[in-house]
């Protein structure tokens, strides 16, 4: 309903040129984020690679499929600090100090992620004055077993036959033992409070608000360089989460022309989120880390038609610092089912100590009344947040800045 929703719009406007957009304005990219299953719940940022504010006000409806699966594990963090650093020179599967709450006095949380979590996305851009834009972005997420046919490239099935016929082995995480195209999610905070989601469930995430700037540099100008700056507000408006985040964001962009008019760009991207910055009321900690620092590189090729469209075909790298205090990692037990699981048993836990990262490969096709773009995304880092995520990107023109 979704897709048919933004092509019928499309359509309606297909023949209006007064309204069509500049044809290529720095690197085409949808948003990328991850339906990570904490990082939903936050605004994040999604890196800017435009050279210039857009010429004309535009819409831009995104679809994205996550796959994410995580076994159920449960976790104790030692209040003892004698006995944290006992932990601490021992190996993650070799800590086993919690007893009971009386004789090793601990802090507690358990995790289970099993869903495809699918992504609904709207983006207004328009020029607010010279070399200045506002964005405003409305998020939100559905919670499904991602059976076929629509859940194609992201749904359990297709995940483990790819392991099971090329790479990774049979169930190598679980997800057969726990059952194919199931919705299972529920996480318990270190202060009790719960977090439980339920197939079908649609959540209403946030409301997002974007200002971009474009210096003019002569100097970086004359050698096809470009930059941007952003500060980023969003409004989270879940009952999981209900708070503010504040960012800042910085981006360069690079250019490079070739024969027949093809051309190369490449980007580079910094960015920072103060999570919670303001609390409305008492929310389920959604990791420890108070901020989310990202980095994120992209390389794209262009080749235009004879008609003046164009083909673009991208790679990009995404990382982003870890959801919980890194300190924290080297004193925690974790507690899971290892001998059913053949690996990751603990990965619910354990990767949210570590640093997220993905490959992301997009095509876009340009014309003057809109740009569509497809992507994949796959986490080779094998943190699994998400395995495999798929997404459509449609952009159109609504009326002249």
Do not use: C
């Not at 001998?339 to 992301?360: D, H, K, M, P, V």
């Amino acid at each position: 309903m979704f897709l048919l929703f933004i092509i019928m719009i499309s359509s309606s406007i297909s023949g209006q040129k007064k309204d069509s957009l500049n044809l290529k304005n720095g690197i085409d990219k949808p948003s990328l984020l991850p339906t990570h299953h904490f990082g939903i719940f936050s605004a994040r940022i999604n890196q800017n690679f435009k050279i210039k504010p857009p010429k004309n006000a535009a819409l831009n409806f995104s679809y994205a499929s996550g796959n994410t699966f995580h076994p159920f594990v449960e976790m104790y963090i030692p209040k003892d600090k004698t006995t944290r650093q006992l932990m601490s020179g021992q190996v993650w599967f070799n800590r086993h100090f919690w007893k009971d709450q009386q004789t090793t006095p601990a802090e507690y949380e358990n995790i289970i992620i099993d869903a495809v979590f699918k992504e609904f996305r709207i983006d207004f851009n328009t020029k607010i004055a010279k070399n200045h834009e506002l964005g405003i972005t409305f998020r939100s997420y559905l919670v499904t077993k991602g059976k076929y046919p629509f859940s194609f490239f992201s749904s359990d099935e297709s995940i483990e036959w790819f392991h099971s016929n090329i790479a990774g082995g049979e169930d190598p995480f679980g997800r057969r033992y726990y059952g194919l195209n199931q919705v299972n999610i529920s996480y318990q905070d270190r202060n009790g409070r719960k977090l439980e989601l339920t197939d079908g469930q649609f959540l209403l995430a946030g409301i997002e608000f974007n200002y971009f700037y474009y210096p003019d540099f002569k100097a970086l100008k004359s050698k096809k360089i470009q930059l941007n700056f952003g500060s980023h507000l969003g409004v989270n408006t879940s009952k999981h989460n209900p708070s503010i985040d504040l960012g800042l964001s910085s981006n360069i962009i690079k250019k490079w022309s070739l024969k027949n008019t093809n051309e190369i760009r490449t980007a580079f991207g910094a960015s920072v989120l103060r999570k919670n910055a303001i609390k409305f009321k008492k929310s389920v900690i959604l990791g420890n880390n108070n901020f989310l620092g990202s980095l994120e590189a992209m390389f794209e090729f262009t080749k235009y038609t004879k008609k003046g469209n164009y083909n673009s075909i991208a790679v990009n790298y995404n990382y982003q610092t870890r959801f919980n205090k890194k300190q924290e990692y080297s004193f925690v037990q974790f507690v899971g089912k290892w001998q059913e699981i053949n690996a990751g048993w603990q990965n619910g836990f354990q990767q949210l100590y570590f640093q997220q990262s993905a490959w992301t490969w997009v095509y876009t096709y340009g014309r003057e009344n809109f740009k569509l773009s497809l992507y994949l995304k796959e986490d080779l880092a094998v943190n699994n947040a998400p395995d495999v995520q798929t997404g459509i990107s449609l952009k159109i023109p609504i009326f002249k800045n």
